[in-house]
DNA sequence: GCCACGGGCGAGAGCGCTCTCGGATCACGT
DNA sequence: ACGTGATCCGAGAGCGCTCTCGCCCGTGGC
């Protein structure tokens, strides 16, 4: 019960079915050139020994580990209110298992976590990694890259420290800003008002300047930065509602920020769409569907940014195995279509 | 670029120092034994060369591998239309970092994953399991329970594969739920509905449970079962207005279906809490704050639970190390106790 | 001044695997 | 019958580390 049995190893396959270590080694690891014979009687032997390869033996030869982390540095608040994260660990998890690829999870949330990441990842436990949720001025980007690990981003990631060549997937969201407040000018709103995200993060930039692509000469005081929570939202509906009382539309720049502006506008007997139409971001389920009214938004497939950010590292370390590199035609950024959503809001 | 420089080993930096690999590997691994003059030559040498130790060649040898799987057995829905998976996770991260653990995370969906997850923990590749959302007759347990691994579960596994002994760390949800029924009742309600949760998970029983503790002689119409979705509350709630209109309480068996719950009371005129009262149960953020009305319902210290599975697990490995297995004290259970938030709908 | 003792250090084996290389074996052509 | 390849398999080295031994040197007791 206390003692873990002692798990058999290649030399006992091999003795138990009367071949030698290689000859094991080649029918387990699937390459040809051994006779279909000898093959059975060695699976056979396998089979009765309830062989399982030790993977720390197998690394420490091929210099591979089949796994991959996932970093998501984030500290507390987005990412932990809401499934995009889960969502997106989903279609990771799924590609990466389908590639017999472990998924390492490392979470951090402050300055002193990021060292031990970068020491972590610097430290070759894993084949590469994928990067979630960076701010800017995050230093992890740059130990990333000191390292040398095969990366892929989730989000643009700030380009400030040259890291140009940085691979990444991103969703469409300045498009999709774009698109959002197209459609509340074709509901005929004129004063439509902006809650931006943590300006801090690269998906609130980008959808501001979505924003600003359409309403270029809008009133300044219609754009009012808040910080992806409920909370913030509430908070910059306030502060809309008072320096602009006038307003007929508010793009929020996510659900969780337009859920807190309806209430906020709710208490203000301002009736959505009616009064004031309202449009978040991210389709995030299920808040979007609970809010009163139900949330119009801007959707991404966030499952199959996942799926992609793992094929697109997986590709990439199968092409650093294979031969001169990554050159060979993985793109440097992948963006993600986005839809819009229509509910009652707006 | 594409080359990764070789990584130094241990006998890089001590032929830079100047002694053996053993030497090295003492300062290393911090055991004493080691005159500092000498040890702070090998801390030198070993920062000049950048040199971190191979994990793959020391687990091969110590059979440790610092490193504990959690897995979530769950076929899409719950887990991942919800942050309570995300909170765990990350109390689980926190204890596991701070005791140097990695995080490698299996999410199964369907029986092939299972079998999948089987092997991968059978093949020690991992110190222990962390393992969740098990459903009855899941195979999982007895997989686990097979390979020997040390494991702890979170949430009651199913009690029928003879896995009595299984350590695991669940809340009060019997007792959570007799609070929330108790709440309704002190509120001067005696028609009250239970709407439920899938009752292939022990949480959905035990709430059940809880409820017909307090409400023994209930109209057994006034319990429908759900499935922990909004889709699912909002049906159970339609059926239960059919066949007992005159309710004036429900108990959700979680907040999702409390607020699919509210939508359909709210379709059909019944006001909140004058008419129905409804409480939930989660207060699964921010969900909870963003139905109308912002929903009672029972808190539970998820993130804590998550820090004191990790704490167990390590608990155990390291007994299992030291001596004589895990009769030291290890609990076999710990129950976290739940508290009733009150907001506006109850 | 000699021996016993103990602490600090190095030599070397070995963890379980992969992979190269060369030896056996066999079919075939001459 | 013999050489010639091609094919299949085994021997053995070696991946980077830990850990046991035993050597060496310094210290103390007589």
Redesign the interface.
């Known amino acids: 019960?206390?003692d873990?049995?002692p798990?058999p190893t290649l030399e006992a396959v091999a003795a138990r079915a009367g071949v030698s270590r290689a000859t094991v080694s080649r029918v387990v690891n699937g390459s040809d050139g051994v006779r279909e014979r000898l093959a059975e009687r060695v699976r056979r032997a396998v089979e009765e020994l309830?062989y399982?390869?030790?993977?720390?033996?197998r690394?420490?030869v091929t210099k591979r580990?089949d796994?991959v982390a996932?970093v998501v540095a984030e500290p507390e608040t987005r990412?932990?209110?809401?499934?995009f994260?889960?969502?997106q660990?989903?279609g990771i998890?799924?590609e990466l298992?389908a590639h017999d690829n472990?998924?390492?999870?490392?979470?951090t949330e402050d300055r002193d976590?990021h060292a031990?990441v970068g020491?972590?990842l610097?430290?070759?436990?894993v084949d590469g990694a994928l990067v979630f949720s960076l701010h800017i001025d995050d230093p992890l980007p740059e130990l990333i890259q000191r390292a040398?690990l095969p990366t892929v981003y989730g989000g643009r990631p700030d380009g400030s420290g040259g890291r140009r060549g940085a691979v990444y997937v991103d969703s469409d969201n300045r498009g999709g800003a774009r698109d959002a407040v197209r459609h509340l000018l074709g509901l005929g709103r004129s004063r439509v008002a902006h809650i931006t995200g943590a300006l801090d993060q690269t998906a609130a930039v980008d959808r501001l300047d979505g924003f600003r692509d359409v309403m270029a000469d809008a009133d300044p005081r219609l754009v009012v930065e808040g910080d992806f929570t409920?909370a913030g939202g509430e908070r910059a509906m306030r502060r809309l509602l008072d320096r602009c009382p006038d307003l007929d539309a508010v793009f929020a720049g996510n659900d969780?920020m337009a859920?807190g502006a309806l209430?906020v506008l709710r208490e203000h007997g301002r009736r959505v769409p009616d009064d004031v139409a309202v449009v978040g971001f991210d389709d995030m389920?299920?808040?979007a569907?609970?809010?009163?009214p139900p949330l119009t938004t801007v959707r991404q497939d966030i499952e199959e940014m996942g799926r992609l950010m793992a094929r697109l590292l997986l590709r990439d370390l199968d092409g650093?195995t294979a031969s001169?590199?990554?050159a060979g035609g993985t793109p440097s950024a992948v963006i993600f279509p986005t839809t819009l959503i229509r509910r009652a809001s707006a």
């Open positions: 019960m206390t873990t049995a798990r309830g399982v390869p030790n993977q720390a033996a690394s420490l580990h796994a996932v990412v932990f209110a809401d499934p994260f889960a969502r660990l989903r998890s799924k298992t472990q998924l390492v999870l490392l979470l976590d031990r020491r972590y610097a430290g070759g436990h040398g409920p969780l859920a209430r389920l299920p808040i569907e609970q809010t009163e650093t001169d590199g990554n």
